[in-house]
C-alpha cells in the first residue's frame, strides 16, 4: 500500500501564494511513478491541476500556467505545488495522486477570499 499526506493548504488572500507539500509512504514507487495534482472546487468535477514525471516534465491544465509549478524531490518521497498570484476561482480541495493509480491524498483545504 501507498500513503499520500498533503500539508500546506489555507486561507489566503487573492493574490497569495501557498506550497502544498504531498509526502508518500509505504510501497518503494515514488521514484518510479508520475505525480498528480487534483483540485475539486465547490459544486465542481474533480480536475487534474498539474504533472510531473519522474525525470521531471511537466505539464499545467490552461488555467495555472505561469502561476503554479509542480516540483518533486525523489529522495524525499515528495512532490509540491506552489501557487502563485492566487485567485479566488483556485479555492477548492486539492489531491495529491499517484498518476494512473488509485493512490490519493486525503486532501488538503485552499480556500483563497479577502
Known amino acids: 500500500q501507498v500513503q499520500l499526506v498533503e500539508s500546506g493548504g489555507g486561507l489566503v488572500q487573492p493574490g497569495g501564494s501557498l506550497r502544498l507539500s504531498c509526502v508518500a509512504s509505504g510501497r518503494s514507487i515514488f521514484s518510479h511513478y508520475a505525480m498528480a495534482w487534483y483540485r475539486q472546487g465547490p459544486g465542481k468535477q474533480r480536475e487534474l491541476v498539474a504533472t510531473i514525471r519522474v525525470g521531471g516534465t511537466t505539464n499545467y491544465t490552461n488555467t495555472v500556467k505561469d502561476r503554479f509549478t509542480i516540483s518533486r524531490d525523489n529522495a524525499k518521497n515528495t512532490v509540491y505545488l506552489r501557487m502563485n498570484s492566487l485567485k479566488p476561482e483556485d479555492t477548492a480541495v486539492y489531491y495529491c495522486?499517484?498518476?494512473?493509480?488509485?493512490?490519493w491524498g486525503q486532501g488538503t483545504q485552499v480556500t483563497v477570499s479577502s
Open positions: 495522486n499517484v498518476w494512473h493509480t488509485n493512490y
